[in-house]
């Protein structure tokens, strides 16, 4: 259907551009003919713009089909619009006015008002260009904003949009339902969290367990990395070792488990069990129920060797 409609539009544009052309001479000086030039140019300036439109839309049906991701694609779209839209609005006023030297320096001047009139949509700008070039995140990630997290659905020449995760209406890493736009220009003053990135796509997250003192530790140690292990063992010592292979590009040295592991932290009243384990990130809730469902019942099946504090607060 694109393909279609571009070669229409282009077949459009060439049909205008001669219709101008016609028109231009009956318009001429010493003609019978027109009384000014306008109408050709505005002729013209049509099968311009059906060009732009046109060629728009055979690029775009070639990057569709050709680029690796949707991201990618995204991506450059979004530089294909601007490109198409710039060269196009200055091919047009350059037919109207016809005086080429004339227009850049008009538009040097007003762009030199413009940017005190228009400082945050110019940052905006600014912040699209550097996501573009130093893709702090793409489409399709999971990413916090200053205090915005979501999804990324849409990254446009102003504003990024987020699927909201989380949030004031829901608990855990859930989707609320709510859009959220954020300000390109945001990316410059403040930290991007990316929860997906494309080298390592997952995180480590947490599971709590609150136990009582007379708890036997070791065994309800034992079930939590046992319960783990038969969730998420063999794919997360795949993720370590992809993991490990972007560490050796980098300066960093760290140790890092292949299994999940738990930590031990005395409280108060309680002893807490902190199952640390490795998730990709738009999975991390539904994994979480699954672990505390499978550990529960286990500790429940021992209840002499598993005690849970009588305080509620748990």
């Not at 101008?20 to 001479?25: K, W």
């Not at 060629?55 to 049906?61: C, F, P, V």
């Not at 990630?141 to 997290?149: E, L, N, T």
């Not at 490795?278 to 529960?296: D, G």
Request: net charge negative.
């Amino acid at each position: 259907m694109k393909r279609t409609a571009g070669i229409g539009l282009l077949v459009l544009a060439g049909l205008l551009a001669l219709a101008g052309a016609v028109l231009s001479t009956l318009s001429a000086p010493g003609s019978t003919g027109l009384p000014n030039s306008i109408l050709w140019k505005l002729v013209v300036a049509l099968g311009i713009v059906a060009a732009g439109y046109g060629l728009y839309l055979l690029a775009s049906r070639a990057i569709v089909a050709t680029a690796p991701t949707k991201a990618r694609a995204h991506s450059l779209l979004t530089i294909l619009r601007l490109a198409i839209f710039v060269a196009v609005a200055l091919a047009v006023l350059g037919l109207l006015t016809q005086r080429w030297l004339g227009l850049m320096v008009s538009l040097g001047v007003v762009g030199f008002a413009i940017t005190f009139a228009l400082q945050q949509p110019l940052a905006s700008l600014i912040g699209w260009a550097y996501i573009v070039v130093k893709q702090p995140y793409r489409v399709g990630d999971r990413v916090r904003i200053d205090d915005a997290k979501g999804d990324v659905i849409d990254v446009d020449f102003l504003v990024t949009t987020l699927w909201e995760v989380g949030g004031e209406l829901v608990s855990g890493n859930q989707p609320s339902g709510r859009l959220v736009t954020v300000p390109n220009s945001t990316v410059l003053s403040t930290q991007v969290y990316n929860f997906s990135w494309d080298d390592f796509p997952y995180v480590w997250n947490e599971l709590t367990l609150q136990v009582a003192y007379e708890t036997d530790l070791e065994f309800a140690r034992s079930v939590m990395v046992e319960e783990a292990d038969d969730l998420l063992g063999d794919e997360m010592a795949e993720r370590i070792a992809q993991y490990r292979e972007v560490l050796d590009e980098t300066p960093v040295e760290l140790e890092v488990r292949e299994r999940p592991s738990v930590n031990v932290v005395q409280e108060q009243s309680w002893v807490e069990l902190r199952l640390r384990y490795l998730v990709h990130p738009k999975k991390s809730q539904s994994v979480r129920n699954q672990l505390y469902e499978r550990i529960l019942e286990r500790c429940n099946e021992a209840p002499d060797r598993v005690a849970f504090p009588v305080s509620r607060n748990r």
